[in-house]
C-alpha cells in the first residue's frame, strides 16, 4: 500500500474509532480494492468497457445458508450513498455493480467502500462489489495527492455528507467526460444479476429501497413457491415524499398514500412504466404484515412496463446496445413477456424511491440520449419478432404515440 493510501486509511479509521460501538475489522488498515489493477479485465462485447467481476467479496457472501434471493444492484460512485439504507432494509445478500469513469473516481470509490465496510456490518459481511471502467481509464486524470485534513467528514451517521466531502476532489477534465458520455445501464444491470449466487436474484438500481424484513419473508415465500413456467414476482415501487419516514410496513404505507405523503413510482410523470402492475388491486389485498402471498397476476401487460421483479436468473439479458436514459429496462421486461414469462405481483413487500417526481422538461442530454436509443430499438424490436415469432398482442402498434414522449 503507498503512503498516501495508508494515512488516508489511518485518517477515515480516527473520526469512526470514536463512536459508541465501533470495532474496526482485523483488515481495517487496508482500503477497498487496494490489490485491483484495472489496466486490465474482461471485455464486454462492444469493448467499450472493462469489467472486474468479484472484486471485492462480502466476508459472508459465498457462505451457504438458507438465503434464496440476491439483491442486484447498479450505480455510478456519485449515487453509492445510498446503499447504506438499502442494506439497512436489506439484510441479506447483495451484488453491486458500480461504474468508476476514471482514476479519480475509482479512488472515491475505494474511500467510500472502505468507509461503509467499516461503518454498517451488512456491507462488509454481504455486500459484494464488481466494477466496469470505460476504455480510456487511462487517459482521464489521475489523483496525485488527496489531503489530509478529513477528520470528522467520515462519521457513521452521514453517508452522503461523507460521499460528498470525497467527490469534491473530481477534476473538472472528469466531470467533463462524464458529461459526454452515456452511463451504460444495461452493462450495469447484466454485471450485477451475474454476480448473485442465489436461486433468485431481485433486480433493482441503487435509489430503489426495500422494505423492512423482506429477506425472511421472502426467503419464506420461495421456500414453496411452486412455478409452472418462467416466473416473474413484482415487487411494487412507491415514490415517498422526503418529510416523511420510510415506511416499515405496508399498512404504515397507505396511511401515507392517504395523506398524500406517497403515490406509485412514476404516476405523474409516465405512467405506463408502472401501470400494468395494478396498484390499486394491490392495496386492497393483503394487508398481513408477515407472510408473503401472491396478491395478484399481472393480466393487462402493456408495452414500456418496466416493474422491478425477483427471477430465477434465466430471463433475457439486458441489450447493452442501448446506453444512457430510454429503452434500457422496458425492452428486456417486453422481451421476458415475448418469451412467455408470467409477472405475478407479491404483497405486502414492496420497495420505496425517495420524492415525490413531477413532470418536467428533460435535460437536451437526455432527449439525445433517449432518440438514440429509439433508433436502435427498431432494430432490437425486428431481431424479438424473429427470435420469438411474432408480437401476440401487438402491444407496439397501440402505444406507438406513447413511444413518441418516451
Not at 444479476?193 to 420461495?222: A, E, H
Not at 429496462?329 to 420497495?351: C, D, I, K, W
Not at 413531477?358 to 424473429?386: C, G, L, T, Y
Request: charged content about 20%; overall charge positive; aromatic content about 14%.
Amino acid at each position: 500500500m503507498n503512503i498516501i493510501h495508508s494515512e488516508i486509511a489511518y485518517a477515515l479509521l480516527q473520526p469512526l474509532n470514536n463512536l459508541d460501538g465501533f470495532v474496526a475489522p482485523n483488515n481495517s488498515a487496508m482500503l477497498a480494492f487496494e490489490n485491483i489493477d484495472l489496466s486490465y479485465g474482461r471485455w464486454d462485447n462492444q469493448q467499450l468497457y472493462r469489467i472486474k467481476d468479484f472484486a471485492l467479496l462480502g466476508e459472508q457472501y459465498m457462505d451457504a445458508d438458507a438465503s434464496l434471493v440476491c439483491l442486484a444492484t447498479q450505480t455510478s460512485v456519485e449515487r453509492l450513498n445510498s446503499l447504506p439504507q438499502v442494506a439497512a432494509n436489506w439484510q441479506g445478500k447483495m451484488s453491486v455493480a458500480v461504474f468508476a469513469a476514471g482514476h479519480e473516481e475509482f479512488v472515491v470509490l475505494q474511500y467510500f467502500v472502505t468507509y461503509m465496510r467499516l461503518c454498517f456490518a451488512n456491507i462488509r459481511e454481504n455486500a459484494t462489489f464488481h466494477l466496469l471502467t470505460p476504455k480510456d481509464y487511462d487517459r482521464l486524470p489521475r489523483v496525485a495527492a488527496l489531503p489530509l485534513n478529513m477528520k470528522g467528514k467520515f462519521d457513521c451517521q452521514y453517508p452522503d455528507r461523507t460521499l460528498k466531502s470525497l467527490l469534491k476532489f473530481r477534476s473538472l477534465k472528469t466531470l467533463q467526460w462524464r458529461q459526454r458520455n452515456t452511463y451504460p445501464q444495461n452493462h450495469m444491470r447484466n454485471l450485477a444479476r451475474k454476480g448473485c449466487q442465489t436461486k433468485y436474484v431481485f433486480l433493482t438500481d441503487i435509489d430503489i429501497v426495500p422494505s423492512m424484513n423482506s429477506v425472511p419473508q421472502l426467503n419464506q415465500f420461495f421456500k414453496t413457491a411452486n412455478c409452472s413456467k418462467n416466473c416473474a414476482y413484482v415487487i411494487p415501487t412507491f415514490e415517498i415524499d422526503v418529510r416523511a419516514t420510510f415506511p416499515r410496513s405496508k399498512n404504515a404505507l397507505m396511511r401515507l398514500i392517504r395523506k398524500g405523503l406517497a403515490r406509485p413510482f412514476h404516476e405523474k410523470v409516465f405512467i405506463y412504466n408502472q401501470y400494468a402492475t395494478n396498484f390499486s388491486k394491490w392495496l386492497s389485498t393483503n394487508t398481513n404484515e408477515t407472510e408473503v402471498s401472491v396478491s395478484h397476476i399481472v393480466t393487462n401487460f402493456e408495452f414500456l412496463y418496466e416493474p422491478f421483479y425477483i427471477a430465477v436468473d434465466n430471463a433475457p439479458a439486458h441489450d447493452e446496445r442501448f446506453l444512457g436514459y430510454g429503452f434500457t429496462r422496458n425492452s428486456q421486461v417486453y422481451e421476458m413477456h415475448l418469451a412467455g414469462f408470467q409477472f405475478y405481483v407479491l404483497s405486502p413487500v414492496f420497495t420505496g424511491h425517495w420524492g415525490l417526481q413531477r413532470k418536467q422538461a428533460r435535460p437536451a442530454w437526455r432527449e439525445q440520449q433517449n432518440n438514440a436509443n429509439r433508433r436502435k430499438f427498431d432494430v432490437f424490436k425486428s431481431e424479438i419478432f424473429v427470435r420469438y415469432k411474432n408480437d401476440p398482442r401487438l402491444l407496439l402498434k397501440s402505444k406507438n404515440n406513447q413511444i413518441l414522449v418516451k
